[in-house]
């Protein structure tokens, strides 16, 4: 069994179009794993989906994965499976692309595009780079799917190529930016165009700006260059050409370029209809159907059909009438001869008329019937093919007609008929035969009987006791005698044993089964048997009484009970889906057949439903547990802390053994980091350890169904400054940044300038981090030199800021002296002190702005100017850069440049009157140069062009003639190159080619072409074979004018022509059209008295001499005295001289296949049999044979007899023909019964002939329907039953005969037709012939397709192995190529490549590691891919195994190193394989292989082996394990404990047979000290001897000391101490404070659990009676004293634990204050007024806290808490709106009362007014007064005169409130 080693990623992500590999190693390579996708199986597919298989690895390849692939994927093996979820996440794609855009500079360009994403971000770049969007040149917006750039101020540096891409850079689209001074202009507007259908109309326009693309659209509809429509841009001129124009063209022509735009019409004129096609005259079967078909010139032309040239037709069942394209087609269904009328069809401009002419029908067999023979019982079916549809038949039995029943079905389809009888006996053997119109058909049913047997035997049956069992035997033969048996005791019918017989069926049923009914059970009829054992097993265990529900309280015993039906019955209880077994708490019982699940104590955490499973049932129940009644005894009480403090929080329920939980704001605490709960008895505490306020809120409890809530409040310490802002000095434009530290992070902080709050500006930026908090003012000016503040609410800090003048000083100067070579760049550079410096370049004084030449840059502190191409007139100039005042200068040295030719001239050979073109590359642009030819330098003119663009330098000769065959050079200052020129002749062309030509037989045709001159000599091809000259093909050359003239054209010459001049060719194809003879006048009925001479005349419609045939009765009238035959043009004439009575008949002439007949009759007198019939020899399946006797004369009715008895013709077997003076008898499908005399009986006389009838010639194998693709060889082959017999072949009627491409064999009874190479001209319907025999077959010939019909596959080769790649392609002689990776192979000594028929292949020999790549097979666009696997070459051992020594349980490492990495190894210890396991790793990394050994024992001592697996490389090495000496590994620990309490100390040794000795306090701890102590002390072992124990029982204060041992009397270990100390008090009770009636409890903790602690009250022992409760858990002691009252005030608590004694008080006080009332109403005042908010209380100590919004309110100035009496208020004072405006609560008690505080706003107005004062003369006069509101506009006069502030007055607003103005100098 098999299973993962490495399972498959659970999850695959991946975008459209990647290729996912799912890959999974499994333990066994042998294994075949199957693919599932959702499971179902995956359908392979080599192109996209492969499977690979390599050694244990598996993998699944998805290539090009799409959407619909998304799936769940699992790898199954056996049982075992691994799955992965493969997420296919849509390729990004543009919906839409931004279009180009022209624009004129300063305008504001938008590219748009849409993406199929939306929310997918998506990058911007121009020119290659990524745009900047922190300039404000650039905008972007993004709205779901749509995404826009917009570029605004356009100039002439935004142009370029913008590109739109996904992060990923899959998807890109881009548009192009023309930015234009101006508008574009139409120089020369389209003009309009009138144009015929079929030909071109071209518009033709120019514009003044060659850059911009031109937009063209059709009645407002945009054209696309497309097939027939191309849009040229060259230069300024702008074109439209529409090739064959149509209706659909003509409208009004635009053309737009930028905002300008031009209208041209076009005007369509359409063609008058034509006939591309005329109607053909139709020759069609009586009651078939016969479709008349023309071509008209254009699709949109409707048609009119009209019949015999007056009456139109319309679509009925009659007519059909279709129009497909350019097709009209009229289909005349049920034709009859009223029908032989002319057909037009008129279209409108032209007509087209032709005939239709009916032919009788002869109903024959197409495939006659055949003998059957079947065996009795089966069904029979006899079939027969007409040669037409509509033919009604009958069929017979014995001459006894067949109707349709349950046993005969009668099937007609068109032409097929089919009779099946069904269930056949022997009483049905005789003849079936059918009979259609005057054609009759027999053929022999023969029915053999068959031997009874048994068609289904018994089966053997394992059945459950009480059940019933069914057996079934069929045979094969109904209504049969049978017996059954069990056991071989014959059975018969009772009440548990049922016999059924129906027809062939026969059933045994046996009913209520027990476990001794199992037995064989046996089925006979006659000699037939069947047997079959049937097992009767015992019923599975199932249960009687199943599991109830129960309820029970929680702590109690759950029982829950079912019963099964065996006492032997084994169950499984589960909880949930967990099993349940025994423990502590559970016991599972089993009584007789009753089970049980107990559960002692029940918990919460077992209430579920409980299952019990049997052997086939389930039975299930739900346990439910319910609370005890717990009740909190004393409540939780609220608590207040500040932040970083800790808080515990107590409570008492009324029951122990509780499970409880803590809540913190409805969460669940959990112990853990700062967070602890205790429990001691009934007492549960909670404690936080450095509280923060995120911790504030509810505190809740909870034990079983009760609870208590307590309320945190943390508050938050004061806010101060860690660190204070500082004074700042900074220079002018630098940026100022003041940084402080608060004490918390969550400090809010407002920053000021002088009195003015700062807020976040251009100029102003504040940020917090963490506890930092940071001011930056940015480009600092004089005026910001003030005091800054950064005030805390709780304190601030201020620091002044002082700005400073700044000193630009050139950090880095320009150089002394710059020298380059002309037209390279030269770059001057400074760096400044100080950014946002302007600096101006000067050069020769002048000053230097930003040209095509130069460009000036600024970044920061350094700037730059960059002269593109240094030039030699700026040879010495001085450039100087000037910064405010300050400069710096160099001088400018420019090398001249030496020209080299980077790229030679190639030599040239053209053909005469072609343009040569040279070009030369030099390394720089636009330098002089000279071109020569033959050393005679050249200038421009029409014959020669030069070009210089950049560094490329071109020569173009116009027209070379031969003579211009010459050298040329290009010279440039001091370098050249030279090349040769060479002008050839050219090559023969066909100017005129051939054309496709259509004749009729016997016409004389030319086929013309003309060369490109007149010299060329070509020669004539018919079908690839040279034509010579002779008397049918003359062969004519005229100048340019070649001529091939076939003088009479036959059917051989329907070929193709070829007119080859050898540089090229041309093809035409000659269509010979077979002459469509038709008799024009038929011949006429002729009745004329014997000896008489007749003329019979008729007319064909054409006068070339074709040959024309007479014939009397069928038989070939030959030219002689008697019969004249005659021929004039068209008409024919047949003279009879002296006709006789023989001479009367059927006369018929035939011109190929048409033919016309009459009928001559001879007159004579007395009649009577006057020529006897013949004795006739015919043949099996012999169509027809005719018996014939003459009459003397014409008149009178015969009688035929056949073996003396009359013939009837109500069948179709018999026909009875009267011609003339002829009789004839036609026996028809001739068989064997036919043989037999034949008599013809005319009144007194008669004629006697014998018929003989041969065997016939069978198909024992027909032809087969075969399809096969082009260039296939097809075979097509029969059998016949006589291997003597001649098979003539037919296609379609016609002839095949042997030829080069068909080939016809025959060897003995078989016959075949093969084509080699077959064309799709071969597709059609071969027929063999074979006596009177025939089978036919259809042949399709599909044009091949260019595929790959079986792709390569993957191919896995060993090292130095061959690898062989087969695939199968189409066209079976395509030409592939052979890649690996991407270069092409060739044959060579490794590399070989075949072509076998449609196979090719690729074999690569001797292939190694550097060979694993893909492999591909290319043709036209096909390709077919592989992997081609390479083994790794043989590994060796580079570093060997090195032998090790080492200690008894050390960690030891063997370590090898092999020759390549990938390598499986094996590891043997010895000769045995060694398998990983705790102590033992193998590990392989890269090329090293590592064992490694844990605790190394004595055994594993030896040889290591490292063996390559598979292989015989290996390397050894031997390990040496030394015995560990004798040592103590861990050493006693130290102990502290109480007296009685019993002490152990462990130590481990090195190895079990060391001896070990115990000291105590130097004493050796042996037998005499272990009785002396009375067996206190003990020594024991444990793990195998390695664990050394010392026990001490009942430890007293004497064995207080040190413990040793020593190992072996070598090695001592570390000393441990033993404390042994009394039992105390370790906390002693302490003082409860309780109220009157509440409960007090007092608890003690001793150091010992379990000892007897004794509690006194005033002296007097307390016992658990009368509201006292005394409990212990282990280390804690409590006693608890309820209902306390103020007479217990004082008393004394007493506790004793052996010798220590401990006490505390028991203080009473009275109960606390509480609100009188449970409500605090709402308030609102006016803002600036006081608000107060007073609660009652029930005493006059209580004390209550404050809260607004959640958080407790601090008292201050403006809000004080205040207590007067019962009562407590709040007071607010000068409140304000939205300040003030919260919600506020009292709480006392654990209670809370809530209000909310509502101001309105006040009205404006004066708190203090203005007051009249006396002020000396020039002396500060000052006038105040204070408003209720800040920032009130204020507005001060003088008289009714207002004051406004000047030298004079000062008018200040102080304290917001106060306004204060000052006049000076009164």
């Known amino acids: 069994m098999s299973s993962f080693l490495q399972e498959l990623e659970p999850v695959v992500e991946c975008t459209e179009e990647d290729t996912v590999v799912l890959e999974c190693e499994i333990s066994n390579s042998d294994f075949e794993v199957t693919w599932l996708k959702d499971d179902k199986p995956i359908k392979i597919d080599p192109k996209r989906i492969q499977t690979i298989s390599q050694e244990r690895r598996r993998s699944l390849i998805l290539k090009q994965v799409s959407l619909d692939e998304a799936a769940q994927y699992t790898c199954k093996i056996g049982a075992a499976t691994s799955t992965s979820v493969v997420t296919v996440v849509e390729q990004a794609q543009f919906a839409q692309s931004p279009m180009d855009q022209y624009c004129n500079e300063s305008e504001t360009a938008v590219f748009e595009c849409e993406i ?131 209706s659909t063209h003509r409208g009004q022509v635009t053309m737009v370029a930028g905002h300008a735009r031009s209208n041209a019409s076009l005007s369509v004129f359409e063609l008058p209809v034509s006939f591309i096609e005329p109607l053909t005259d139709q020759v069609g079967p009586e009651r078939g159907e016969v479709t008349f078909v023309c071509k008209v010139s254009r699709p949109e032309v409707n048609v009119t059909w009209i019949r015999d040239g007056r009456i139109p037709i319309q679509n009925c069942n009659k007519y059909e009438m279709k129009s497909d394209g350019v097709l009209r087609t009229l289909t005349v269904h049920d034709v009859t001869y009223d029908d032989e009328v002319s057909f037009v069809c008129d279209a409108q401009d032209c007509k087209s008329t032709a005939k239709l002419s009916i032919v009788a029908r002869v109903v024959e067999f197409v495939e006659p019937l055949q003998e059957q023979e079947v065996a009795e019982g089966e069904s029979a079916t006899f079939s027969c093919i007409l040669n037409f549809d509509n033919v009604t038949v009958s069929w017979y039995k014995r001459g006894m007609k067949l109707q349709k029943s349950r046993d005969i079905t009668i099937e007609s389809q068109g032409a097929a008929h089919r009779l099946t009888l069904n269930n056949t006996s022997v009483d049905d053997t005789g003849p079936i035969s059918i009979v259609a119109e005057n054609l009759q058909a027999e053929a022999l049913l023969k029915v053999t009987t068959t031997d009874l047997a048994i068609v289904q035997g018994l089966e053997d049956q394992t059945v459950t006791e009480s059940s019933s069992v069914t057996l079934i035997s069929i045979l094969n033969k109904p209504n ?46 006659d000699s037939c048997q069947s047997s079959a054992f049937v097992t009767v097993k015992e019923r599975p265990v199932m249960f009687c009484k199943k599991l109830q529900p129960v309820t029970i309280t929680e702590m109690d015993v759950a029982e829950m009970s079912c019963e099964v039906s065996r006492v032997h019955g084994q169950v499984t209880w589960w909880k949930g889906d967990k099993v349940v077994k025994d423990s502590n708490r559970i016991e599972l019982v089993s009584e007789g057949c009753w089970r049980r699940l107990v559960i002692l104590k029940a918990e919460y955490d077992d209430e579920d439903e409980y299952t019990c499973k049997c052997e086939a049932d389930v039975t299930k129940a739900t346990l439910t547990v319910g609370g005890r009644n717990v009740k909190i005894r004393r409540d939780l009480r609220d608590s207040e802390v500040t932040e970083g403090q800790s808080v515990t929080f107590e409570c008492e329920i009324s029951h122990d053994d509780v499970k409880t939980r803590w809540y913190l704001n409805e969460e669940l605490l959990k112990a853990g980091e700062g967070v602890s709960m205790d429990t001691i008895g009934r007492k549960h505490r909670l404690n936080i350890e450095s509280v923060t306020g995120t911790q504030a809120g509810i505190i809740k409890f909870v034990a079983s169904k009760a609870s208590s809530e307590a309320v945190l409040s943390v508050m938050e310490p004061l806010v101060y400054f860690v660190s204070p802002i500082k004074d700042l000095v900074v220079e002018e434009k630098s940026k100022a940044v003041f940084e402080c530290e608060v004490s918390r992070p969550n400090a809010k902080v407002r920053w000021y300038k002088g009195r003015a709050i700062l807020r976040d500006s251009d100029k102003v930026e504040t ?79 002048a000053k230097m702005a930003r040209t095509k030449n130069v460009d000036l840059f600024s970044e920061g502190t350094k700037h730059r100017m960059v002269i593109h191409q240094a030039n030699m007139e700026d040879y010495g100039v001085e450039v100087v850069a000037q910064a405010e005042e300050e400069t710096s200068s160099t001088n400018l040295y420019i090398n001249e440049i030496e020209v080299k030719i980077k790229e030679d001239l190639k030599d040239l050979t053209i053909i005469e009157k072609q343009t040569a073109e040279f070009m030369a590359t030099t390394n720089y642009d636009t330098v002089p140069h000279t071109w020569y030819k033959d050393n005679v330098k050249l200038v421009k003119s029409s014959a020669v062009e030069m070009v210089a663009d950049g560094q490329i330098h071109t020569l173009r000769l116009i027209g070379c003639s031969l003579e211009d065959t010459s050298e040329i050079k290009f010279v440039s200052k001091t370098a050249e190159s030279v090349s040769k020129l060479t002008v050839i002749e050219p090559p023969v062309q066909f100017p005129e080619i051939l054309n496709d030509k259509t004749c009729e037989e016997m016409d004389k045709l030319i086929l013309e072409c003309r060369v490109s001159r007149a010299n060329a000599l070509v020669t004539w091809l018919k079908n690839n074979t040279e034509v010579e000259a002779n008397d049918r093909y003359l062969i004519e050359s005229d100048g340019v004018i070649r ?214 010639v069978k198909f024992l194998k027909k032809l087969m329907d075969t399809k096969v693709t082009e260039k296939d060889e097809v075979e097509l082959s ?86 062989t790649f087969t695939c199968r392609v189409s066209p079976r002689d395509q030409t592939v190529s052979w890649y690996m990776n991407e270069k092409k192979l060739k044959n060579s000594v490794r590399f070989n490549t075949t072509a076998d028929n449609k196979i090719r292949t690729l074999t690569i020999k001797e292939c190694t590691v550097d060979d694993r790549s893909n492999i591909s097979c290319k043709f036209s666009d096909q390709i077919s891919s592989a992997l081609l696997s390479v083994d790794d070459p043989p590994a060796w051992f580079v570093t060997e195994l090195k032998p090790v020594i080492c200690t008894e349980k050390d960690d030891v490492t063997m370590t090898c190193e092999l020759s390549r990495p990938n390598v499986v190894v094996e590891w043997l210890r010895g000769k045995e394989l060694i398998r990983e396991s705790n102590r033992l790793k193998f590990i392989a990394d890269g090329v090293t292989r590592r064992m490694e050994i844990a605790d190394a024992q004595m055994d594993e001592a030896g040889n290591y082996t490292v063996r390559v697996k598979g292989e015989e490389t ?53 037998d005499a000290l272990i009785n002396a102590e009375k067996k206190r002390f003990e020594l024991s072992k444990a793990e195998g001897g390695l664990v050394h124990i010392f026990t001490i029982n ?100 007493t506790a004793k634990v052996a010798e220590c004694v401990a006490t505390a008080r028991l203080l009473v006080n009275e109960q606390p204050a509480q609100f009188a009332s449970n409500k605090l109403d709402d308030v609102t005042v006016e803002e600036g007024m006081p608000a107060y908010f007073t609660v009652e209380l029930t005493q006059l100590g209580g004390r209550v806290q404050w809260y607004v919004n959640g958080k407790l309110v601090i008292p201050d100035a403006r809000i004080q808490a205040v207590a007067a009496g019962s009562k407590r208020t709040l007071a607010i004072h000068d409140c304000k709106r939205m300040v003030d405006e919260r919600m506020y609560s009292c709480r006392c008690a654990g209670e809370e009362l809530k209000a909310k505080l509502m101001i309105t706003e006040a009205s404006l107005r004066f708190n203090i007014k203005l007051w009249d004062r006396a002020f000396e003369p020039d002396k500060l006069c000052v006038l105040e007064c204070q408003l209720n509101k800040p920032h009130a506009n204020v507005e001060w006069s003088v008289d009714s005169n207002i004051i406004k502030n000047d030298r004079r007055h000062a008018m200040k607003i102080q304290n917001e409130a106060w306004q204060e103005t000052r006049p000076r100098d009164i």
């Open 116 to 246: 199929n994403q939306p929310n997918l971000e998506v990058q911007w770049m121009r020119n290659g780079k990524k745009i900047d969007l922190t300039k404000g040149k650039y905008k972007v917006a993004n709205k779901g799917k749509k995404k826009t750039l917009i570029v605004e101020n356009l100039t002439s540096d935004d142009e370029g190529t913008y590109v739109c891409q996904t992060e990923d850079q899959r998807a890109t689209i881009r548009g192009q930016l023309v930015v234009v001074k101006g508008e574009v202009k139409i120089l020369k507007p389209p003009r309009n165009v009138s144009a015929v259908e079929g030909e071109v109309a071209m518009f033709e326009a120019e514009i003044s700006d060659e850059r911009f693309h031109c937009k063209w659209f059709i009645d407002g509809v945009k054209v696309e260059d497309s097939d027939n429509i191309k849009i040229v841009e060259h230069g300024r001129k702008r074109s439209l050409a529409i090739t064959k124009v149509d």
């Open 480 to 525: 049969v005698l049978a017996s059954w048996f069990r056991n071989g005791v014959k059975l018969s019918r009772s009440e548990v044993i049922v016999i059924r017989a129906e027809g062939v069926k026969h059933t045994l049923i046996a009913k209520n089964l027990t476990v001794d009914d199992s037995a064989e059970f046996s089925f006979t009829a």
């Open 767 to 845: 940020h917090e981090e963490g506890c930092r908090r940071t001011l930056i003012v940015k480009q600092c000016t004089f005026d910001d030199e003030k005091k800054y503040t950064c005030d805390a609410d709780d304190s601030r800090t201020t620091a002044k800021l002082t700005v400073k003048a700044r000193d630009i000083k050139f950090l880095t100067p320009l150089r002394e002296k710059t020298q380059v070579t002309e037209r390279e760049k030269v770059a001057f550079e400074i760096e400044l002190s100080h950014a946002d410096v302007e600096v101006n370049w000067f050069k020769n004084g």
């Open 1043 to 1256: 001529r091939l003239i076939l003088a009479d054209v036959d059917m051989h010459d329907h070929a193709t022509w070829t007119c080859d001049g050898k540089d090229s060719k041309t093809s035409c194809k000659i269509v010979v059209k077979e002459l469509d003879i038709k008799f024009t006048k038929p011949l006429k009925k002729v009745s004329v008295k014997e000896s008489a001479d007749v003329t019979l005349d008729c007319e064909v419609n054409t006068t070339k001499p074709v040959e024309a045939q007479w014939f009397h009765f069928g038989d070939l009238v030959q030219a002689n005295d008697k019969f004249l035959l005659k021929r004039n043009g068209g008409k024919l004439q047949l003279q009879i001289k002296e006709i006789a009575i023989r001479d009367d008949g059927h006369y018929s002439c035939k011109v190929r296949k048409a033919k016309t007949e009459c009928q001559v009759v001879v007159k004579q007198q007395a009649n009577k049999i006057v020529h006897d019939l013949q004795d006739k020899s015919a043949t099996e399946e012999e169509p027809c044979v005719t018996l014939s006797c003459l009459l003397a004369r014409e008149q009178g009715g015969v009688k035929w007899l056949k073996d003396n008895k009359a013939i009837s013709f109500k069948t179709e077997k018999y026909e009875e023909v009267t011609s003339g003076r002829q009789r004839s008898l036609l026996i028809k499908n001739i068989t064997k019964s036919d043989k037999g005399k034949y008599t013809c009986v005319y009144g007194d006389s008669k004629s006697t002939a014998q018929l003989a009838v041969k065997d016939g």
């Open 1278 to 1363: 029969c059998e016949i039953s006589d291997p003597n017999m001649k098979v003539r072949w037919n296609k379609d009627n016609n002839p095949v005969v042997q030829n080069e491409r068909i080939k016809i064999k025959a060897e003995g009874k078989m016959h075949s037709i093969i084509i080699p190479w077959s064309s799709v001209d071969d597709t059609g319907l071969y027929q063999a012939v074979a006596g009177f025999s025939k089978s036919a077959a259809k042949l399709t010939v599909e044009v091949a397709p260019f595929v790959f019909l079986e792709s390569i596959q993957d191919s896995s080769v060993a090292h130095l192995g061959t690898a």
């Open 1514 to 1566: 290996s390397t050894t090495a031997h390990l040496t394990v030394n015995e560990i000496p004798p040592g103590i590994v861990s050493n006693p620990e130290d102990v502290h404990c109480c007296v009685t309490d019993t002490v152990t100390f462990k130590c481990t040794i090195s190895k079990a047979r060391y001896n070990v000795t115990w000291f105590l306090n130097g004493t050796a701890v042996d």
């Open 1594 to 1693: 009942d430890a007293n204060l004497n064995d207080n000391g040190e413990i040793n041992v020593v190992c072996e009397d070598v090695v001592k270990s570390k000393t441990a101490s033993l404390e042994v100390v009394p039992i105390i008090f370790q906390v002693p009770p302490e003082d409860a404070r309780i109220c009157d009636a509440e409960t007090a409890t007092f608890t003690a903790t001793t150091n010992k659990a379990g000892v007897k602690v004794t509690w006194l009250r005033d002296g007097k022992a307390l016992q658990s009676v009368n509201g006292v409760s005394i409990t212990n858990d282990e280390f804690t002691y409590e006693l608890k004293i309820a209902d306390c009252t103020l007479r217990d005030d004082h008393s004394m608590i």
